[in-house]
């Protein structure tokens, strides 16, 4: 079904904006926005449990667009009105409110990768971390502690598509010790005095915690660490941008 | 020496504000401005005879704070002026002026190891992987092409003060010649149908290419390279970050 809105007054002009700004908003309605063609597409064209496509808002150039589905919820809006409720700053005038059916945590019991993440607050870091996970082939993404909402528009928008393809659970503590009860190991990524990263061997079990921008790993799950690990940086850097550092250390841990 | 400008209509105002914004006023005065307090930290603290910090321009709350030097020319401005020079949202109230001296290109002859950036757009991917090049000891990072300008304020922001150890320059056509005609090895990162990265070793002086975010790597780059590398992505993912791809290649090539 196709809707023109043409008012900046109607309602669902305000509701777009506050999912696209409130964490609130996008929690009490149970769903979020994905700005832009190519994440749309990916939910297009890979069936997905996880993620319903529920409407699309669209600019009035997208109107008669080949590539749109016939069965998904469509509401036009004049270009004025869309760069209204848009995110970005060249808005390509195509949106999706999309919701997600969250599954509950689960992990393989013989041989997983995860990614956990400690109260990230940056949502370019975290959508790109998510991105990263996806072609390393993790098998889950955890969110520790008070971090930035994986939902947040800016997140969404740097998966690029590959939060489609992602399990990203938040977790609590008991989640991770269930996981070490379990012999998954625990490594840390520290700046300065873990094992190098490129001389250490990993089991097929293994949890890859990542600090805070600011802070970095919070006591407790440094405290839990089975093992720290460090990449060897020349004396002039300080430390790596926390998604390139856990760009790296996925890659380099999947290996062996 | 310190001065206050307190009026909005002050030509030196329209000056900063023209450093952070145009390339061409850049380029005009041979000027460039860092952000934050971080860079002009590493800026204070660590001798460059490639940057010399000419003017802080710091808010009142700045004025007396006894990290900052004598011997730099400082200017203080209003917090609502501040905010009108300022390039960032949560400014911190502290911006310099820097003036490099660039040095002509030169490479090592015996072993180096270099990055070559094809026309790369996005202001923050240049940042972070100059920020990569300097922790993973790389010899100097080659623009070629058309990309972002170098001294834009938001590559130098995500270079986290990074850029003060980074050798980085502008090259042609023919500085590659000169480098291949002395043995070194041009390595082209490609998306799929490469070697794989962590599958194939490296000789002791390459250029690593990463082409730019929309269109990859040009033609002319392609058909020069020694190697075409990829790294194996799982089948959900399309591509990665080129931020990310390239900081993998960067410490994976060096170490072998």
Request: proline share 8%; hydrophobic share 20%.
């Given at each position: 079904m196709t809707r023109e809105i043409t008012s900046a007054t109607n309602p669902f002009i305000k509701e777009v904006r506050a999912l696209a700004t409130s964490k609130k908003a996008r929690q009490e309605s149970g769903t979020f926005i994905i700005e832009g063609w190519r994440g749309i597409e990916t939910l297009l064209t890979h069936e997905s449990r996880?993620?319903?496509?529920?409407t699309l808002v669209i600019s009035e150039?997208?109107?008669?667009?080949?590539?749109?589905?016939?069965h998904v919820d469509t509401v036009v809006l004049p270009d004025p009105l869309f760069a209204k409720v848009?995110?970005?700053?060249?808005?390509?005038?195509i949106l999706g409110i999309v919701r997600p059916s969250p599954v509950p945590f689960e992990f393989f019991p013989d041989t997983g990768h995860y990614l956990l993440l400690d109260a990230l607050r940056d949502p370019g870091n975290l959508g790109t971390l998510i991105r990263s996970a996806v072609g390393a082939g993790y098998d889950g993404i955890l969110l520790y502690g008070?971090?930035?909402?994986?939902?947040n528009p800016k997140v969404i928008r740097s998966t690029m598509g590959s939060f489609a393809f992602a399990n990203i659970w938040p977790i609590a503590h008991g989640d991770i010790d269930r996981m070490l009860s379990n012999g998954y190991e625990l490594l840390a990524t520290v700046g300065?005095?873990?094992?190098n990263l490129y001389k250490t061997t990993f089991p097929k079990k293994t949890i890859l915690a990542i600090g805070s921008e600011?802070?970095?790993?919070s006591t407790k799950l440094m405290q839990l660490a089975d093992k720290k690990i460090t990449i060897p940086l020349s004396a002039t850097c300080e430390s790596l941008n926390a998604a390139i550092a856990g760009s790296i250390c996925m890659f380099q841990i999947k290996r062996g």
């Open positions: 996880q993620y319903k496509l529920e150039e997208w109107e008669n667009d080949p590539r749109l589905p016939d848009s995110d970005v700053k060249n808005a390509q005038g008070d971090g930035v909402d994986p939902y300065h005095g873990g094992e600011a802070h970095g790993l």
